[in-house]
């Protein structure tokens, strides 16, 4: 029987890997492209033909309880992020899409095999009881031109670290809904590090920091969406989804 990755209940529901309400404002008729990869091995990819993916690790009561209530909440973010107009999101639009982020993540991560999930149970608890994300998550958004739909790349980069690998895990899920591209990197790090500790990593070259803006942790009280540059289309979301790839050896 299958629980609920979020209370441990029995899974009698099955949530949208996309939001349906997302999907119908994209007008989009196809899922999209998938992508997953765990450390150096290389990635693997499935396309659907349904403009909906389910997700069977879900029970009615959160399916239709916080979870639902936390796309409603999100749902003026995202809609006015799609306008042509500048928006600034202030520091409770960071949060709620954070949150809204972090949830979409660990839904989708459900779609690989159980035994190799990043999230914990204790996790994806607390983002439950209390919208908040694990420790040493980092969020970004960035504005994709060209891209229709939705799109998802989640790489395991456990075991890439030089130094210390067995102790240091890192995931990446990059995600996109139409113009906006969101991208999430999550470290575990032993018990002994304090929880305040500050986690930095090495990035692929490219012009990062006029692309993307971070929404988490909060580094301002407002955020001026868009940014300076922006993401072409699934070449750019590809790039992106890989700058923090382990370079070729």
């Known amino acids: 029987m299958r629980s609920c990755i979020f209370c441990e209940g029995r899974a009698t529901s099955k949530e949208d890997a996309w939001p349906l309400w997302l999907m119908r404002r994209l007008g989009a008729t196809e899922a999209g492209r998938v992508e997953a990869q765990r450390g150096r091995q290389a990635p693997w990819t499935w396309h659907t033909g349904k403009a909906g993916l389910k997700v069977g690790f879900v029970c009615a009561s959160c399916n239709n309880g916080w979870m639902s209530q936390l796309e409603n909440r999100v749902k003026p973010i995202v809609e006015g992020l799609f306008g042509e107009e500048p928006v600034a999101l202030d520091r409770s639009d ?38 908040r994300l694990p420790s040493w998550t980092s969020i970004w958004i960035a504005k994709c031109a060209g891209q229709v739909g939705a799109y998802c790349s989640a790489s395991d980069l456990s075991g890439v670290a030089e130094v210390s690998s067995a102790q240091v895990k890192a995931y990446v899920t990059t995600m996109a809904f139409g113009p906006l591209a969101i991208q999430l990197l999550s470290s575990k790090l032993p018990s002994s590090i304090p929880q305040s500790t500050t986690v930095t990593a090495d990035l692929r070259p490219g012009p990062w920091d006029k692309v993307t803006l971070q929404i988490w942790p909060i580094q301002s009280e407002r955020v001026a969406w868009p940014a300076l540059m922006g993401l072409s289309g699934e070449i750019g979301l590809d790039t992106f989804s890989k700058r923090w790839s382990p370079a070729s050896r």
């Open 94 to 131: 960071q949060t709620t899409l954070a949150a809204w982020a972090g949830k979409n993540a660990m839904v989708f991560e459900a779609l690989r095999l159980k035994a190799s999930w990043f999230f914990t149970n204790s996790e994806r608890r607390t983002l439950r009881e209390s919208l």
